[in-house]
């Protein structure tokens, strides 16, 4: 039998990761070891015993199998929530590709370098004899005790400072009488607090009958131990925020405690407060907004018990609660729940295994469930919740017309907004209503080309076209080179040369042409660079200080404005035309949000969704507000083409400055994984071909696509990658990295 190795790291901290020892299993503990475990090993020349972690197991020496210790036992402190995480780093390592290091920076806070805050204190020790030492003190004119002494008589906690500075007592001193047991010194870190409310308990509403049936059945489940992932498919303002209120409520009277993610975008003054109602300082939250410190401070508190609730993006997933009860992923159809780098996992199926392991459960909350999702609560993997009204009662679903801006144009109409549009907006200027215009930039840029030949700007740098910016700029949004408009076509020398299509600036100048007076407000990616400016923008408009807010899929997460009575959606079908099998998905999430939008108040709202395909069942099902019928249609397309969730994807992305190595490379793994897998049962492969863009940053980009039924018989491909790279000097070169179930197209 071959012998097994296991990696152990001795010091968890994120800076020493990389400092990874190899000792050799013992044949008795080969069953029990495990990632994540706590061993006892010989360290150092002393062989002197320290506890370390074990972070991986493999059955290859990675030095001279004669240096290699044995490990003495397993620890007996039991599983420590670093040992959790680094089993969760192991899980995340093995199913989605990555070094184990990369792995664990993932999942370990990362310390901050900024110098934590302190607070020192020195007080009398209960039970010390003050008097008769004070006594002895002065009679030996020991000034400086007698001083420090009578000014905790007074003043029972001094502050270090005051002490050592006012006071003027040596540190040797308090040392000694430290030691003496007369006075204690303590310190104590004192955490950066993101943020404060006005402690300003609101009641809890009532649930109504659809909440309160799913609420009692958490309830029931937790209780029992049942632990599961439920989904809970609600319209929007149906009220799943309160659910999951609900559902925190079970866990922390269990005394455990509740990861909530919520997109970054969405995450702003309103959602995060009102969990500060309902739960006061138990609460903390997570953002890109805070220092590394801060962030640092958060995870702190968490494993320290502080607080109980963690509310954040994706990375919040990793928050160090000792005994943690329950993960809801808000808004889990959201792509930002995949990391872009590697490696690059998906925040739900993490919190799904990261609560297997814990033994919490998860809930998953959306109006517009992933198709993976919603197929696996069809298919009874996930318990399916459904809220099917929305929970203000005043409130009802708006009335949807789909505009085909082909009919506008046959009939004469060239305007950005269609006739109908046109009439709503003058109704509800009339009436001092507010609207808002959604333009769908997805996979759609103001690209410039030349008239005459047809020629396309792109960038030097990457295989993308230039997008116009202020009218006299080309900006690239993939490298963010820059360059002056020019003149003339670089091919013809024609003059006719200009931008299409249409940006935020660009219809905020025509609405205000249109409609003379009108107060508008942008947003989108240039109005909101600066920190805080998309909360000031949403609060501007609530307060009523501009009639439409123009804007790009930002301006559509969940915001309820009550007085928001027409949603205009100029051009729908933008993100239909992206290059990957989600884009119909997309188009029916962002159409039914935007739709979402209009009538949250007790006025009823309009929405017009303006579009060349009128027929698309992605929009014909958004215009509805019918997601079954999506769902039908969309799972038979991707039964059809073999898409996730039909089928397990795997692409295999590789990048090389050099053309000619980047295809090389790209060919040697197409050709191993043929020659290795070729009796592989029902795997596809496709490629290696060239990426839709051919290069970004210089770098060239191939790809090959894998599809197999059984996500484990990728991960056997990619692991067997893994090593024929490692091995290859050529891939030094040519950087591998995978990614499963892609949310991106490539
Ligand atoms: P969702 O998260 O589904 O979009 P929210 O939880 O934000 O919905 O609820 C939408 C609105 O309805 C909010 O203003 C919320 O305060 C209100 N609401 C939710 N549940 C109730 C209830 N049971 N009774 C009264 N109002 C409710
Ligand atoms: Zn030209
Ligand atoms: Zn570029």
């Known amino acids: 039998m071959s012998k097994l190795y296991a990696d152990i790291i001795i ?64 620890s007996e402190k039991g599983v420590s929530i670093e040992g959790k995480m680094i089993r969760l780093a192991s899980w995340i390592r093995d199913q989605y590709g990555s070094t184990m290091i990369q792995a664990l920076r993932t999942v370990l806070p990362s310390s901050s370098k900024i110098e934590q805050k302190q607070e020192k204190t020195i007080s009398l020790f209960e039970n010390a004899d003050i008097e008769s030492f004070l006594e002895e ?41 430290e030691e003496q047991k007369l006075i204690r010194i ?45 989904l809970l498919h609600g319209v929007t303002g149906s009220g799943k925020t309160e659910v999951y209120m609900a559902a925190i409520d079970v866990v922390l009277k269990k005394g455990r405690q509740a990861i909530v993610l919520i997109p970054e975008i969405a995450l702003t003054y309103q959602t995060v407060r009102r969990f500060y109602e309902r739960f006061g300082d138990r609460v903390s939250i997570m953002n890109s907004r805070l220092s590394q410190g801060e962030r640092y401070d958060q995870m702190l508190r968490a494993q320290n018990g502080e607080v109980d609730i963690m509310i954040g993006p994706r990375s919040a997933l990793f928050t160090p609660f000792q005994n943690l009860g329950l993960i809801v992923i808000d808004e889990e159809h959201e792509s930002s729940y995949k990391s872009e780098s590697v490696p690059k996992y998906h925040a ?12 919490a459960s998860v809930i998953l909350g959306s109006a517009t469930p992933s198709i993976e999702s919603y197929q696996n609560a069809r298919t009874g993997t996930y318990h399916l ?28 109409n060239r305007s950005l907004l269609s006739r109908r549009l046109r009439t709503l907006i003058l109704d509800r200027l009339s009436k001092k209503q507010q609207i808002m215009l959604f333009l769908n930039r997805r996979g759609y840029a103001g690209f410039v080309s030349c008239r005459s030949c047809g ?123 992206a290059n990957d099998f989600r884009s119909s998905e997309r188009t029916f ?60 994807m795997m692409v295999v992305f590789l990048n090389c400055s050099d053309p000619d190595t980047g295809e090389t490379a790209a060919k040697m793994l197409g050709e191993e994984i043929r020659y290795q897998f070729h009796d592989m049962e029902g795997l596809f492969l496709l490629g290696p071909s060239r990426a839709s863009i051919i290069k970004i940053r210089d770098l060239y980009r191939y790809v090959l696509y894998l599809k197999h039924k059984d996500y484990q018989s990728l991960v056997l491909i990619k692991n067997h990658l893994e090593e024929y790279i490692e091995n290859k000097k050529i891939f030094e070169k040519a950087a591998v990295t995978f990614d499963f179930n892609p949310m991106i197209g490539y």
């Not at 109504?208 to 009692?216: G, K, M, T, V």
């Open 11 to 74: 010091n968890i901290s994120h800076e020493a990761l990389d400092k990874v020892f190899q000792y050799e299993v013992p044949f008795v503990l080969r069953k029990k070891i495990e990632p994540g475990m706590q061993v006892v090993v010989p360290f150092g020349r002393a062989n002197k015993e320290q506890t370390g972690y074990v972070i991986r197991l493999s059955e290859q020496a990675n030095v001279e199998e004669s240096r290699i210790k044995s490990i003495l036992r397993i």
């Open 137 to 177: 003190a002065k009679k030996k004119h020991r000034k400086a005790q007698v001083r420090l002494l009578e000014a905790l008589q007074k003043e029972p906690k001094l502050s270090w400072n005051d002490v050592t500075g006012q006071l003027k007592i040596p540190r040797t001193t308090l040392k000694r009488l």
């Open 186 to 230: 303590e310190v104590k870190h004192q955490y950066r607090n993101p943020i404060s409310f006005p402690q300003s308990k609101k009641e809890v509403p009532k649930l109504n009958a659809e909440q309160q049936r799913i609420a009692d059945e958490f309830q029931s489940d937790f209780e029992k131990e049942y632990y599961r992932t439920y």
């Open 348 to 359: 739900r199926e993490t919190a799904i295994a990261r609560a297997s392991m814990e033994h």
């Open 385 to 412: 919740w459904q809220l099917k009204h929305r929970a203000n009662p005043g409130s009802t679903m708006a009335n949807v017309s789909i505009e085909d801006l082909r009919e506008e144009l046959r009939a004469g």
């Open 455 to 577: 020629h396309v700007l792109k960038c030097p740098h990457c295989d993308v076209s230039m997008t116009a910016h202020h009218g006299n700029r080309l900006v690239c949004h993939y490298c963010g080179h820059q360059i002056k408009m020019p003149k003339y076509c670089p091919e013809c020398q024609s003059p006719y040369i200009g931008a299409f299509g249409i940006g935020t600036q660009k219809v905020e100048m025509l609405v205000q042409k249109e409609f003379p007076g009108v107060r508008t407000l942008r947003m989108d990616m240039d109005t909101t660079r600066k920190k805080h400016s998309y909360e000031k923008i949403l609060k501007a408009f609530s307060n009523g200080e501009a009639d439409i807010l123009i804007g790009t899929q930002m301006i559509v997460k969940g915001h309820d404005f009550a007085n928001t009575t027409l949603v205009g959606v100029l051009a729908a079908d933008m993100s239909l035309y």
């Open 589 to 648: 999430q962002l159409l039914t949000q935007a739709a979402g939008r209009a009538g949250r108040g007790n006025l009823p709202g309009d929405v017009v969704i303006q579009t060349y395909n009128p027929e698309h069942y992605s929009i014909v099902a958004a215009a509805k507000q019918d997601y079954e019928m999506f769902f039908e249609q969309e799972i038979a397309y991707r039964e059809l083409l073999m898409y996730p969730p039909a089928c397990q």
